[in-house]
Every structure is written in structure tokens, then in C-alpha cells.
């Protein structure tokens, strides 16, 4: 299905293009949705203009997916050998990807949901990581005391 906005292809069965975002359904009117083209240069205040208000409520608004910390930070830990909390990190991946099969799937309270749990996870095992590895360094330096090393 093509897209009558960007010309952008669809998979059949798609009410919302991938691309843009607009309206695939042929009742565009009911929809909400214009093909309107603002003029920011003709708008008196443009520090008061939104770009969101021209668009409808059945599109949603940016979900993010948090993979790319998670897998950052998935990285981080493998390099300073913090494997411990590798096993969180793994959950926040998870949660990730479901983001982005809830929103091809257009359901996207359930997206939201898993973006939520996504960056939740990223923060617990960064956590973990940071505690685990804070009495790993203290236990260090303290054999190092008490063995007069320092």
C-alpha cells in the first residue's frame, strides 16, 4: 500500500504509514489528518508554534526502544568485567525489541509499556553494576592496605 502523503510503501493491513506517519485509510477527512503545508514564515509567533498540533491523536508520538544504551552499556560491561550485571542488561534488551514488535504491530500502549520496562532494567543493572563493582574496589583497596601495599 502506498502512502498518499510520502509515497512511502506499507504492508497491507497498515492504517498509519511507517514513513511519515500519516493516515493510510481512504476516509482522510475523518481522520484528522492534513496535507496542509505551514508557512513558518508567515506565522506571527513562531515561538508558539507547534508542529505537533497539526498532528492527529491516532499517530503516536516518539517511543524510544532504549537498546542502544542497553547495548552500550552491555558493551561497557564486558570491557571492565562487569559480567555480574550482564543478566539485568539482558532483560532490558528484551524489553527493547518488544518495543519495536508492539509498534509494527500498532499497539502501542503495549510499546510504551515495554519502552518503560526497557529503561527501567537499563538503570537497575547499571545499579548493580555500580554497587557490585564499588565493593569489588573496596575490598582492593583494602587488601592492599592491609597487606602494607599502599
Not at 499497539?107 to 564499588?134: H, N, P
Request: aromatic fraction near 14%; charge should be neutral.
Amino acid at each position: 500500500m502506498k502512502c498518499p502523503y510520502c509515497k512511502g510503501k506499507n504492508p497491507k493491513g497498515r492504517t498509519i504509514c511507517i514513513s511519515c506517519g500519516g493516515p493510510l485509510d481512504l476516509d482522510i477527512k475523518a481522520s484528522g489528518y492534513t496535507d496542509e503545508v505551514v508557512d513558518t514564515d508567515d506565522v506571527s509567533d513562531k515561538a508558539s508554534y507547534d508542529v505537533s498540533d497539526h498532528i492527529p491523536d491516532n499517530v503516536p508520538k516518539y517511543v524510544p526502544s532504549y537498546l542502544i544504551p542497553a547495548l552500550l552499556l552491555a558493551i561497557c560491561y564486558i570491557i571492565l568485567c562487569g559480567l555480574y550485571a550482564l543478566p539485568f542488561l539482558i532483560v532490558a534488551i528484551v524489553y527493547g525489541f518488544k518495543v519495536g514488535f508492539y509498534l509494527q504491530k500498532e499497539q502501542y500502549e503495549d510499546a510504551k509499556r515495554a519502552s518503560k520496562l526497557a529503561m527501567i532494567w537499563c538503570w537497575i543493572s547499571f545499579g548493580v553494576w555500580i554497587i557490585i563493582g564499588g565493593i569489588f574496589l573496596f575490598i582492593a583497596v583494602a587488601m592492599q592496605i592491609y597487606n602494607g601495599a599502599l
